[in-house]
C-alpha cells in the first residue's frame, strides 16, 4: 500500500516537473506551431528617405542630359517618400531611346502563387509623349535596359500624343521574341486616357498573369505566359530624345 502512495507520489513529482519544463520552454522559445509570420520577399515604402543601395541597384542605358534616381518626399504637409526617377535628353541621340531605373538586388521566387504591388505616379505630365514608366519581372541581372534580356513579362505606361494621357500595355518575351498581351485596343484607338497614381497588382500562379489597377481586373492570362521561377524587380522609365527633364515616382512596392 505504501508503495502504492510512493508511486502516485512519484508519478505527481513527474508531471509537475514536465509541467513546470514545459511552460518553462514556452516562455523561452514561444508557443510550438504558432505560424510564424511570413515576410515580404520584398518590400518598400522608401519612408527612410534615402535611396537604398542593399535593395536596389541603378540601370540605365543611352544618353542623357541630367538625370537622377533618388528617393523624394512629395508633399510638404506630411511624409510622403517615393522613389524617383528622372531625365532630361535634350540634344541626345535621336537614334536612340534613353532608359533608367532600378534592378532589385535580390531575386522573388515565382514558384507559389505571388502577389506583386507597387504605385507608379505618372506625375501629371504636360508632356508625356513616348515616355514610359514601367515594371519589369526578368530572372536575368543587367545594369542597362533589362528588355534587351531574353525572358521578361512587362506593365508599362505610355505615353499617348499629344501628351496629357497614357495608355497601359502587358508584355511579354520569351526566347528573344515579344508577345503583346494588352494593348487597351492600340493602335485603333490612339487617345489614351488619364492617368494618376496608380495602384498595381500583378498576381502570378503557374506563370498565369492576372493585373489590376486601382483594384479593377486589367488582364488576365488565358495559360502560362511565364516560364521563369525566379526574377528580379525592374522598375524603369525611358524618354526618346530632346525632352526637358521629366520625372516620375514609384512607392509601396510589395512582392508578398
Ligand atoms: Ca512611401
Ligand atoms: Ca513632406
Redesign the pocket.
Known sequence: MDSMVDNRKALLTLIILLSVLIAGSIMIFGIPDRPSITRPELYD???TGAFNPDKWAITKEGDTGEWIVDVIDRNPEED???LRMGMDTIGTRDDTVKYLGVRSVKSVDLNNERRISFDVDWNNQSNGCYLTASFILCPTITDGNPENENEWVKFEYVGVPPGKNARAVISSKSDGSINYLFMEDWPSQKTGREIGNQRIEIILNDGVIQVSENGTELYQSKDSAIEFTSAHVYLQMSSHSNYPFRDIYF??LIAA
Open positions: 515604402d522608401f519612408d510622403d517618400y517615393r512607392d509601396n
